[in-house]
């Protein structure tokens, strides 16, 4: 459990030096930190299938990325309706 503790906090960091850096627009952000996870995933993790790592890799960086800032840079507040105000 550690490991994926550790991996979780490294892969934010990482995705923060991207965001800092402003490689890539801010609204992929989030696919940079799944990217991130399924390398430390592919990396780190000591499990036995592909189906495993992969598991970890989207747990590895939903966890970093958090998954309601994900759907909150999808949708921008000013992209939703008004309803006249």
């Known amino acids: 459990m550690f490991e994926l503790a ?6 934010t960091g990482l ?14 952000l989030p696919a940079v930190s799944l990217i991130f996870g399924m390398i430390a995933s ?3 993790v000591n499990v036995e299938t592909i189906q495993e790592k992969v598991m970890f890799g989207l747990i ?4 970093a990325s958090g998954l309601f800032d994900q759907t909150k840079m999808i949708v921008k507040k000013d992209d939703m309706p008004t309803n006249g105000k």
Do not use: D, H, N, P
């Open 6 to 11: 550790f991996l979780i906090s490294i892969v």
């Open 15 to 28: 995705t923060e030096v991207v965001k800092r850096l402003e490689w890539v627009k801010k609204k992929y």
């Open 42 to 44: 592919f990396t780190y």
């Open 60 to 63: 590895i960086g939903l966890s």
